[in-house]
């Protein structure tokens, strides 16, 4: 899916009124408390400097894309050291307070904005290559996953620290589709094609909410995972979701796998191990 400049402008303008208007909100209290049940779960704050990290790296990306040069990060060469690099950054940014994080993203966020309304079609098609992710990512995907970053992949977890329902239920129909589209480029580059050489799988992703949904397709190559608008007519599998609230959940650890089984928001046209054999190897770290 293509976006035009001006809906860059409406969905950073929106995302950032919603993102606002959870953090505003976290009790002075409310940052020291973890965003999950496990021991290893970041905290609010942590988690929030993590954020800060990634789309500071990704306007880092951007600028050098667009310089043509490589993108160098001290001690990030393979996708395994992503983990030891989040730890790095956190450290180091959780010593600032909250509210300097904040004014810190909502910085990063508006560069990433101001920054499409300037690219012509062929800077944004401009590629570079990340550690973390399966194959070099284009300009446009950059601006892309910050949206998508911060909007969705951690848009449930940061309010799971003070009980808050997840971001994006905050948004409206038009921006959850465009959520979902930029969702699915971004979960097709952490796909671990090191970790089967030999598998070609193309899945069908379905949301069926008809304001907010639609169909899309990933591949699973040996040369790294791939999105695409659509179903694929050739496609392995088929998953099924009633809404994007399902989808999201499901992918973010919001709602559990069973329960989304269980309860018919989610559906699969094989057996649904065989389906998450593959699917689980689209992730930013390793598998476990």
């Not at 971001?167 to 921006?175: A, E, F, K, M, N």
């Not at 591949?219 to 791939?226: H, T, Y």
């Not at 499901?250 to 046209?269: D, H, I, Q, R």
């Amino acid at each position: 899916m293509q976006f035009a400049t001006q809906q860059y402008t409406d969905d950073f303008t929106e995302f950032e009124s919603a993102l606002a208007e959870f953090l505003h909100h976290v009790p002075a209290d409310g940052w020291s408390n973890p965003t999950g049940t496990r021991d290893k779960d970041w905290t609010l704050h942590e988690t929030l400097a993590h954020v800060v990290s990634v789309a500071r790296l990704f306007n880092e990306a951007m600028t050098a894309a667009l310089a043509e040069k490589p993108l160098v990060l001290p001690n990030f060469i393979r996708r395994e050291d992503l983990r030891e690099w989040n730890i790095v950054q956190i450290a180091a940014l959780v010593k600032t307070s909250p509210a300097d994080l904040m004014s810190m993203l909502f910085k990063a966020l508006n560069a990433a904005r101001d920054r499409a309304k300037t690219l012509s079609p062929e800077q944004m098609a401009m590629t570079i290559a990340l550690p973390v992710y399966n194959r070099p990512v284009p300009v446009r995907d950059l601006i892309d996953f910050q949206l998508s970053h911060a909007g969705i992949v951690h848009a449930a977890q940061l309010p799971r620290a003070i009980d808050a329902a997840p971001l994006w239920t905050r948004y409206s129909d038009p921006l959850t589709r465009r959520q979902l589209d930029r969702f699915m480029r971004h979960f097709s580059v952490a796909y671990w094609n090191t970790l089967a050489p030999e598998q070609h799988v193309t899945i069908n992703m379905v949301v069926e909410h008809p304001a907010e949904g639609g169909a899309w397709h990933l591949v699973a190559a040996p040369d790294g995972g791939r999105a695409g608008d659509g179903k694929a007519a050739d496609a392995d599998y088929t998953v099924t979701f009633t809404d994007a609230n399902a989808l999201f959940g499901v992918f973010t650890v919001a709602v559990p796998l069973k329960e989304a089984l269980s309860s018919g928001a989610m559906t699969t046209s094989d057996d649904w191990r065989t389906v998450f054999k593959v699917l689980r190897l689209f992730s930013a770290t390793p598998p476990g």
